[in-house]
């Protein structure tokens, strides 16, 4: 049933597959980026094709740039520093990975990243460990080192106040993956705080008219707000008159449907349609598979859970998948 | 001799043959020995991701069948495939994604002979995009879309050498190559542009044709060239947009269009609408007077397209479909022995030969 | 339903052919303990790669020589030990086809019949064209190496060995029988034992079948001498008979001792015997219209002439039954042996459940020789959990579960059965088979459904098909077939499938751009070009990026390469190195409007070329070309400030020329202002100095300072 891909290096901590599933990105505890390539074209055999040294520090998480602006990827380090880097041949060198921009850290941890595409321009949200969340714009679609700052704010309801000295010891940021052209930018974001008025998944959405980001959902019920929210994902939707949404707490993992008409506030309406437990623990990772109908999970339990809904619409575990040797 | 012989039926004979992989390439090779005649298959193993080089015998036979004599297994996929005879012996040039170059001499019984390579990384980088074999089979000319056009010799110590001729440095790209005579070449690439080389006149390319004709609305790229032995100051170009058609040296800006929906006129004639992935002349085609015909009329030329169409075109004719598939035609050969056979590699696995009437 | 719970059927994305609730999987990727993390990232289609990290050993971290992690992928829902993965292609190649032949026909019978207002949504004879499809798509599962048939017919070979056919043939051919083939409807029975005999051996596998006990004796028959002493020998025929295997059964008896020649003569009764028996076999009525040559049986169209017959043919039975012959036979074997298959012919259930093993065999018989008119799934159903009680099954194959369901008349059932034993490919195309049967699971199986997002059982199940189509690099560009014929959501994943194909090699890319076109998805196509466009172009092959950039119309990342080209033209502007843009020129040439501000680069080539013959052939004409383009270049508003200094100061000569002043006093006076512009320009922050020796601007300012003298004295 199982065929192996790819043999990674000693110390690898953390990999990314790009946007088709032809590279492979994966950081190491020395710092280094590897990356994995197919010689040619349909083929399931990959080699390393690069190895570069990033940061002194462990790599915690590679994140993909979307692929309209070149084979670049993210790299958050266990110091919590940003740096993006780019394969690139410039100046009669050969092809090789290049910084491009580095986003330091004070006393700022970057704890997650995520690239979102909007119709003009290429968005980067980056959460922190103060409970800010900052979003950047590229200005040059060639230049991955031009990034202006667009907005910065804190993940809660209620965008005016403001909460200070916000301990966050993980944050997990979806943009929705949806890529048309009249689609507004739009993102979920949750964090695992000591803030509970931070800590629960809100979905983001970029107002045109007034230059700003608004919370249009919450997608938490009454008694759960300040659950910290291990991770969030957001389903592909192909045709659904609702958007899906996945977010993991102590409690289980909670499916969402998101309507798509806002009423008079501007909000979005929720319903929590499911809250399945498996992991028991800790959800490290939520991924939609393409048609947005099989949710993929990893968690503390070592465990790969594969969740679906049936034809009535109740949702439970499909599969599990068990690593061994 | 193949003229003389009699057809076998009265009707066009097609064979489908599933190889339960992928096919790259296909080449008759020349007959050289005997009665058998002989098939190379480029292939690509999905599951195992390997690639190998395949000789088979293709006896006469109905219905045909493929039976495998040689196998040999490859680091990269098969980019392109060339094939001449050296000394009587057939050669085989084959190119890889990865930038490799094997070139196999074969014995009389089809059984390799020697293997040369050219590693990756030293003719080009990153894939070779096309190789041609001159047909005596001394150099092999390699394009690729890094720019560089590359000669490799294959001399009498049983040696490779090799030689850059032109680098562009990836501000043009090379798509498709092809001999005119032992120092000519043409090459084609983007925006339908082919451009003229004489080994003689080093420093680049001695004529560019630029495919700006007729108000074209969008553009395309050159797959495959053929140049006639008889004609060779007319390159024969199929690309984009079910387009085919010639490039007179004598007058360089005219393109003469065989086939095409790029524009108006020829549309109706354009015997497919998407990529035309080979053009060869079809020596079968025979204009009844060949010996009279004006030598600015092009010859009749068979192609194949990813809309899963072989046909013959013709200038000022309606174009003759040999094949209607459901998929892509992604490469043929005509036997030049018996040229009304013809091999194609179809995208769905199989191999499918035509026997012409 | 028997044996089925709505857990194991309702399940979207089947994962294996026994998919229950939360089934755990291993899943090897053979590295040492302790594993530190997973990380999980969805390929193509169905494919979940899972990257998997060994924790790092505490002190020395590469000296135990193990790798640090493994990448796994598994295809979820595709595994069939039946059928290899190459032939799984060729099926899902060869239905192409005569799917969408399908679906344009019912397009164009849909259309027809909105025109005519005719109330019946489909042609009368729809299900016809749903046969073409089936037989079409029958004819794909064969097993792909067939044994070569032999030419000699030998006696002694009562079951000839053919090719092993496969549950999935076998599973359509009931489809076919039930739901397509409205003209077998008649003759169902018929039908059904034809489809054991093709099919009985499937069947061996888990426990003993008619076809297993021929198989065995066949195994046996040349070593015996005495044949119809053997017990076996009885028991094996009546077996083959109680299923209706006639021809074997008649072969078998002609082995019959009493036929030698040299016995004929003192075995004459008990020869008549085998032979009358043998005889009334081969003249069994059939209600049925026809049999292929060879086969034994008389056929009747009609249920009267049938009965009939069939009332005849019984009377002649009992009649031998009750005949003073037996007493004549010595041979005890025979006797019973023979008085016993008379017994099976006339329907009785004990002889025919003593020879049957697997409960299809003893269903089969039952319609053969005790119920040959059961007409109507009810009592056929009935008859099936008769049969069912009579003969329980330890083990359930996968093709009973199929037989029960179709039998029950439930489409749901039927279809769950379907998707658990035989997989997307099965489920996507037996749909077609299930709505031509009845109205009722037409309407089960097209209506939107709320808790699927909208879409029908149909849609979800092609769209599931396409997701297994689509984690296989060869069989992706057939989704968009199954894809294009979904009402509400086979677009949206078209969509995201062309998206995350790959756009390094041109070949492929073509081939997806390609579709795009064949189905209008323009922006999906310009989408894949501009990121082909950005990937060449940062990857050292400008022509080409340019080219795909230019394809997809992204005006504005043009207008940045322009910016950039600039930059490198601006710096090498008197280099040999510019004949190398040409080619790129050229490229972009061809379609100036599209390329932005590259229509300056196009210039400034024509510009450097008439620069360069001025060089070398140094004649008067060839010098006021330059300068015819040196003025509309200076003039063209598309030129940018920086290269205005460097244009001039390139153009030295041609204003400063020997024979006369090559510009007129307007002229001259346009490139002076053009001068002052720049120098006021200078003094802001962000001016780019051209790479050029500092006394550049005076010597040009000079040159243009007297060129305007002597051209104001010339006027």
Redesign the interface.
């Known amino acids: ?17 790009n ?4 590279r ?1 990105a ?1 950081g ?3 710092g280094t980026l590897a990356i994995f390539d ?9 080699t390393c094709t690069s190895r570069s040294r990033v940061h002194e520090d462990s790599v915690v998480k590679v994140v993909w740039v979307p ?5 670049a990827v993210g790299c958050i380090c266990a110091d919590g520093t940003l740096s993006l880097w ?4 410039e100046d ?1 060198q ?2 090789q990975w290049k910084l491009c921009k580095s986003f330091g850290s004070n006393s700022n941890k970057v704890l997650d990243v995520q690239f979102g595409v909007s119709p003009t321009s290429l968005k980067m949200v980056s959460a922190y460990s103060d409970g800010h969340v900052k979003v950047y714009e590229l200005l ?3 230049e991955l080192k031009s990034w202006q700052l667009q907005a910065e704010f804190q993940n809660a309801s209620d965008s005016v106040s403001t909460f200070g000295k916000a301990l966050c010891l993980s944050a997990s940021v979806s943009w929705n993956p949806q ?1 048309g ?1 009249s689609q507004q930018s739009s993102f979920v974001l949750g964090f695992h705080s000591d803030t509970p008025q931070l800590n629960s998944a809100k979905v983001w959405e970029f107002d045109q008219n007034h230059q700003r980001w608004l919370p249009v959902a919450e997608l938490a019920l009454h008694g759960d707000k300040g659950d910290q929210v291990f991770t969030v994902a957001w389903a ?7 958007e899906v949404m996945a977010v993991a707490t102590h409690k289980g993992i909670a499916i969402w449907h998101l309507g798509l008409n806002p009423d008079i506030d501007g909000r979005l309406s929720v319903e929590r349609v499911a809250l399945l437990s498996g992991h028991d623990g800790e959800v ?2 939520m ?5 947005g ?2 949710l ?3 968690g503390g339990d ?3 859970r ?1 969740w ?6 109740v949702w ?10 | 001799m193949a003229t003389s012989k009699a057809p076998p039926s009265h009707s066009l004979q097609i064979h489908r043959l599933p190889q339960s992989q992928y096919i790259d390439a296909v080449r008759f090779l020349p007959a050289f020995s005997g009665l058998d005649r002989f098939a190379v298959l480029a292939l690509f193993d999905t599951h195992s991701s390997s690639p190998s080089l395949q000789i088979h015998s293709l006896p006469k036979s109905t219905p045909p069948s493929l039976n495998l004599q040689s196998s040999l297994s490859l680091s990269s996929r098969v980019s392109s495939l060339s094939l001449s005879l050296s000394a009587h012996k057939p050669l085989i040039a084959a190119s890889t994604f990865s930038g490799s170059l094997h070139i196999l001499l074969l014995d009389f019984d089809a059984s390799v002979q020697s293997e040369f390579s050219v590693p990756e990384k030293s003719l080009h980088v990153g894939a070779i995009s096309c190789v041609d074999l001159q047909e005596s089979g001394v150099e092999c000319v390699s394009v690729g879309e890094d720019g560089r056009v590359n000669l490799v010799a294959f001399g009498d110590g049983s040696r490779l050498s090799y030689r850059r001729v032109w680098d562009s440095d990836g501000l043009v790209s090379y798509t498709a190559a092809k001999w005119a005579s032992p120092t000519e070449f043409a090459t084609g690439g983007f925006g339908f542009g082919l451009q003229w080389w004489d080994l003689r006149k080093p420093g680049g390319p001695v004529s560019q044709f630029k495919g700006n004709w007729a108000q074209r609305t969008t553009s395309g790229i050159v797959h495959s060239i053929d140049i006639h032995p008889s004609r060779k100051h007319t390159c024969l170009a199929g690309g984009s947009l079910g387009t085919v058609f010639a490039w007179d040296l004598r007058w360089q800006q005219q393109p003469i269009i065989l086939s095409g929906v790029g524009t108006s006129e020829v549309a109706t004639h354009s015997p497919c609408e998407s990529e035309v992935w080979e053009v060869k002349y079809d020596p079968y085609m025979r204009t009844s007077n060949f010996g009279n015909m004006s030598s600015s009329r092009i010859l009749p030329a068979m192609l194949c397209s990813e809309d899963g169409i072989l046909a013959v075109v013709e200038q000022g004719e309606e174009p003759i479909e040999l094949l209607a598939e459901p998929c892509a035609i992604n490469s043929f050969d005509i036997d030049r022995q018996n040229p009304s056979d013809v091999i194609c590699s179809l995208e769905w696995e199989s191999i499918a030969i035509l026997s012409r009437p | 339903m028997p044996g089925l719970t709505a857990d194991s059927g309702n399940a979207l994305v089947p994962l294996s052919p026994e998919a229950h609730v939360s089934v755990v999987y291993p899943l090897h990727h053979g590295l040492k303990p302790p594993i530190s993390r997973l990380s999980i990232s969805w390929s193509r289609g169905n494919a979940l790669r899972v990257s998997v990290f060994r924790e790092l050993p505490a002190e020395s971290s590469d000296s135990d020589g193990e790798a640090g992690g493994k990448v796994v992928q598994v295809k979820l829902g595709v595994a069939d030990g039946e059928v290899d993965d190459a032939q799984w292609r060729r099926i899902a190649y060869g239905s192409v086809s005569p799917f969408a032949l399908l679906q344009s026909r019912r397009n164009s019978v849909l259309a027809l019949s909105k025109m005519s207002m005719s109330s019946s949504p489909y042609h009368p004879d729809w299900w016809e064209y749903v046969m073409e499809y089936s037989k079409d798509i029958s004819s794909l599962l064969d097993n792909a190496k067939s044994l070569p048939n032999s030419m000699i017919d030998d006696p002694k070979t009562v079951l000839k060995k053919v090719e092993e056919p496969t549950c999935l043939k076998a599973a359509w051919g009931l489809l076919e029988i039930f739901y397509a083939d409205k003209e077998s409807q008649a003759w169902l029975p018929e039908r059904i034992v034809d489809w054991l005999a093709d099919y009985d051996v499937l069947f061996s596998g888990t426990q003993a079948t008619v076809h297993s006990k021929l198989v065995e004796f066949q195994k046996e028959i040349v070593r015996l001498q005495v044949i119809e002493d053997d017990p076996r020998y009885w028991e094996v025929i009546t077996s083959a008979l109680a299923v209706g295997w006639l021809e074997i059964v008649v072969k078998l008896l002609r082995l019959h001792g009493s036929y030698q020649l040299d016995q004929l003569s003192n075995r004459e009764t008990e020869n008549g015997l085998v032979e009358a028996v043998a005889i009334l076999i081969s003249k069994m009525p059939r209600m049925r219209p026809e049999l292929e040559a060879g086969r034994l049986g008389e056929c009747f169209k009609t249920k009267p002439d049938f009965i009939k017959a069939w009332e005849k043919w019984r009377a002649q039975i009992t009649k031998l039954d009750c005949s003073s012959f037996w007493v004549q036979c010595d041979h005890r074997q025979t006797r019973e042996g023979l008085r016993n298959m008379l017994q099976l012919m006339l329907g009785n259930t004990n002889n025919l459940c003593t020879s049957t093993c697997h409960w299809i065999e003893l269903y089969i018989s039952h319609f053969l020789y005790v119920r040959p008119f059961t007409v109507g799934l009810e009592s056929m159903h009935a008859l099936a959990q008769k049969c069912i009680q009579l003969k329980p099954i330890s083990s359930s194959h996968r093709l009973m579960g199929l037989i029960v369901g179709i039998l029950g008349e439930n489409t749901e059932v039927v279809l769950a059965e379907c998707s658990r034993a035989f997989g997307p490919w099965m489920v996507a195309h037996a749909i077609e088979l299930l709505t031509a049967g009845s109205d009722q699971a037409e309407i089960i199986l097209q209506e939107g459904r709320d808790n699927l997002g909208g879409i029908s059982i149909e849609e979800l199940h092609r769209l599931i098909y396409a997701q297994v189509l689509s984690s296989h690099a060869l069989t992706w560009q057939i989704a968009p077939i199954y894809l294009t014929s979904c009402m509400k959501q086979g677009m949206g994943l078209l969509e995201v499938l062309l998206y995350k194909q790959p756009v390094q090699d041109n070949q492929m890319l073509l081939k997806t751009t390609e579709i795009c076109r064949l189905y209008d998805l323009e922006s999906i196509s310009s989408s894949i070009m501009k990121i082909a466009g950005v990937y060449h172009w940062k990857h050292g092959r400008k022509g080409s990026g340019v080219f795909w950039l230019q394809q997809a119309r992204d005006e504005f990342r043009l207008n940045r390469i322009a910016q950039q080209l600039f930059d490198f033209v601006g710096r090498s502007i008197s280099d040999e190195s510019f004949k190398q843009w040409e080619g790129l020129i050229e490229l972009l040439g061809s379609e100036s409007k599209i390329a932005g501000g590259l229509d300056f680069l196009h210039k400034y080539r024509d510009f450097k070329k008439s620069l360069q013959q001025v060089q070398v052939g140094k004649t008067t004409d060839a010098a006021q070309q330059a300068v015819e383009s040196l003025i509309s270049l200076m003039r063209n508003p598309s030129t940018p400030q920086r290269f205005w200094l460097p244009l001039l100061h390139d153009s030295l000569k041609l204003l400063s020329w020997q024979e006369r002043p090559l510009l007129n006093a307007n002229q001259t006076n346009l490139l002076l202002n053009k001068l002052q512009e720049l120098s006021m320009a200078r003094l802001r922050p962000d001016f780019i100095e051209a790479n050029l020796p500092p006394q550049a601007l005076s010597s040009v300012r000079l040159a243009l300072a007297t060129n305007l003298g002597r051209a104001i004295l010339e006027e």
């Not at chain 1, 049933?1 to 597959?17: P, Q, R």
Request: proline fraction near 8%; charged fraction near 20%; include cysteine.
């Open positions: 049933m199982e065929k192996s891909l790819v043999t990674l290096d000693n110390g690898t901590t953390c990999s990314s597959w946007y088709n599933g032809e492979l994966t190491s505890v020395d197919s010689i040619d074209p349909a083929s399931s055999s990959f692929p309209e602006y070149g084979d780019e394969e690139v041949v009669a050969p092809l040059d679609p060639l890529r052209e592909p939707n192909i045709g659904r008159p609702y490290w990772q991924e939609w598979d393409m048609s109908m099989t993929a999970t990893t070592g465990m790969v594969l679906q809904s049936n034809l009535n619409g439970h575990e499909q599969a599990a998948l068990e690593p061994t040797s």
